[in-house]
């Protein structure tokens, strides 16, 4: 079970990047209700009635928010003062011969590195 | 060569796997395209049957018993150009207790395919031998339909390969007490990987962090088959993202199939739905999710939408 629904920020309980604009705000926001509606069939066997009732009611303060430019604006700069806000950046999966961690460091070849040691600007 | 491994699973039996496997490899071949189906089900295969042919060797259990010397040996010619077939194999008993080193032998030999797209039919379950094929593909497609069934075991297989993957890494870097950690608080104490993951960030950072980023490199597509409406059709999208925020995994939902009679009648013709009907509503899905796949390298370049460790 979820413990911690407060950990989610308000872009996050309606699924859009914090540059989102009002349109894609009302479409997050109508996206969620239809997930967390009574009886609905995506919380099945994960999700418990209290849990879903809980985060329908932080969806609702969430739309609340988001919605006035004012109140976003505070909430916004809450938002970055409390974790610093960077744009995704892209990771995957390199081959599909094994998994690997994503965001490895690119592997430098061993002539790299020799050339490296003698040359100062490679 | 540009090479793909598909893998069609998902955690319910008759949700279309198989379906979904044929209709991508008739799709893929009718483009000029190379492709070998495996029918990796290996408690219950019938590939052959959507395709139309008989089942007969040789077949996959050839492959693992030594009697074809490779596993494209092991590959028959379709009436369909292009594309190839491994039969699943006839000798259940002995290929679904399939022992480790075999199973490793076949993962090699299906990345060795000489052909540009594999698409591994998956069985039913959350079995060890499933997940790690399952795993090993990219894209890995979980196939469910709009019933309370299917979505249950959805969120089983794919809280199966999470676990599966975590154990991986966690062998892989030898923290094995934090295995059986993980056992009790995810299976005995039915706590969320989210809430697994928030205790390990308190208490072990580093292991924390590792396990995290293999479990964002974990990134399955969900395919919605038989669906009426269109409410059924938005069902996929909250599942990829409850499984987001619930499984902290970076699901990918491809879209919708819409129920079509036809397919059963196909199959009770034993013909293949998709050369038939290539109009039809359900046919013009499946190219159109393949196409997202096949074509862009947007799938394995993409963002992952913004979530953070529980504590950061």
């Known amino acids: 079970m979820l413990k911690k629904i407060e950990d989610w920020n308000y872009y996050e309980l309606l699924s859009v990047e914090r540059t989102a604009s009002r349109d894609e705000i009302w479409e997050g926001y109508q996206a969620a209700l239809a997930t967390y509606r009574d009886g609905s069939m995506a919380l099945y066997g994960l999700v418990s009635e209290a849990e879903r009732e809980l985060v329908l009611g932080r969806i609702q303060e969430a739309f609340q928010t988001l919605r006035d430019p004012e109140k976003r604006r505070d909430y916004d700069l809450a938002l970055l003062r409390h974790a610093p806000y960077f744009p995704p950046q892209a990771a995957f999966r390199k081959s599909i011969d094994r998994l690997e961690i994503e965001e490895a460091p690119p592997r430098i070849s061993l002539w790299a590195r020799i050339k490296r040691l003698f040359v100062k600007n490679p | ?312």
Not at chain 2, 180 to 207: A, P, V
Request: glycine share 8%; aromatic share 8%.
């Open chain 2, 1 to 312: 060569m540009d090479k793909r491994v598909w893998a069609i699973g998902g955690g319910k039996g008759g949700t279309g796997k198989s379906f979904v496997a044929a209709s991508l490899g008739l799709h893929l071949a009718s483009l000029d395209r190379d492709v070998i189906l495996v029918d990796a089900d290996l408690g219950a295969p019938n590939l052959h049957t959507l395709l139309g042919l008989k089942a007969g060797h040789p077949d996959l259990g050839d492959f693992l018993t030594g009697a074809a010397p490779s596993l494209e040996a092991a590959a028959v010619e379709t009436p369909f150009r292009g594309l190839r077939l491994i039969r699943g194999s006839e000798n259940i008993l002995f290929i679904a207790n399939l022992p480790h080193f075999r199973k490793l032998r076949l993962l090699r030999q299906i990345r060795q395919l000489p052909t540009q797209n594999v698409i591994l039919d998956l069985g039913t379950g959350s079995s060890f031998n499933t997940l790690d094929f399952f795993l090993s593909a990219n894209p890995g497609i979980v196939v469910a339909t709009p019933e309370p069934t299917a979505i249950e075991n959805t969120y089983l297989f794919l809280k199966s390969c999470i676990m599966r993957v975590l154990k991986l890494y966690m062998d892989h870097y030898k923290i094995r007490d934090l295995h059986q950690k993980m056992l009790d608080q995810i299976e005995k104490n039915s706590q969320s990987i989210y809430g697994f993951f928030k205790s390990l960030m308190e208490t072990d950072r580093s292991y924390g962090t590792i396990l995290y980023r293999a479990l964002r490199g974990f990134r399955p597509c969900l395919v919605m088959n038989k669906t009426r409406d269109e409410h059924d059709v938005l069902l996929g999208r909250s599942i990829a993202d409850v499984a987001r925020k619930y499984l902290l995994i970076d699901m990918k939902y491809l879209g919708a199939i819409p129920y079509d009679e036809d397919v059963h009648a196909a199959l009770r013709r034993l013909s293949p739905y998709y050369p038939g009907h290539r109009d039809a509503a359900a046919a013009r899905a499946i190219r159109q999710m393949s196409e997202e796949l096949a074509y862009s390298i947007e799938f394995t370049l993409r963002t992952p939408p913004e979530i953070r460790l529980p504590d950061v």
